[in-house]
């Protein structure tokens, strides 16, 4: 729901509390993708809304140009495409450990019972 385009450009901007122009910037340098309706209308999100808010922080009570807010949008979604991996990669860690420790417990189950404890000391050949 939060990604359906409902909000037309001048909303948009009054939400985020910048000029339209600003989005068109910001959709020119390529830090907001709003969505294009039939007649070429920019249509914004509530998150469109959400990353405007967040890179007008980042540029005014950051001092961070655009460039520098491109590259911090760019290393957050790679953080939280690498957290995703890690997160499916221990969930296979955590599946191949089951199995691994299933069939541990058939290869014992399978050893014959030729193995016996023996008091200390004793020492026992066994000639086949």
């Not at 122009?21 to 993708?33: D, F, I, S």
């Not at 922080?57 to 491109?70: C, F, P, S, Y």
Request: proline share 4%; glycine share 6%; aromatic share 4%.
């Amino acid at each position: 729901m939060r990604r359906r385009p409902v909000y037309m450009i001048g909303i948009a901007a009054e939400l985020i509390g910048v000029h339209p122009q600003t989005l068109r910037m910001y959709e020119q340098k390529g830090l907001l993708q709003p969505r294009k309706s039939i007649k070429n209308t920019r249509l914004y999100s509530q998150e469109d809304v959400d990353l405007g808010r967040y890179i007008q922080r980042l540029t005014q009570e950051m001092g961070t140009n655009l460039a520098g807010v491109k590259r911090i949008l760019d290393l957050e979604r790679k953080l939280e495409r690498s957290e995703a991996e890690n997160a499916r990669l221990r969930e296979e860690i955590e599946r191949q450990k089951l199995e691994h420790g299933k069939a541990v417990e058939e290869v014992h189950k399978s050893y014959r019972r030729e193995i016996m404890p023996l008091p200390r000391g004793e020492i026992v050949r066994r000639e086949f």
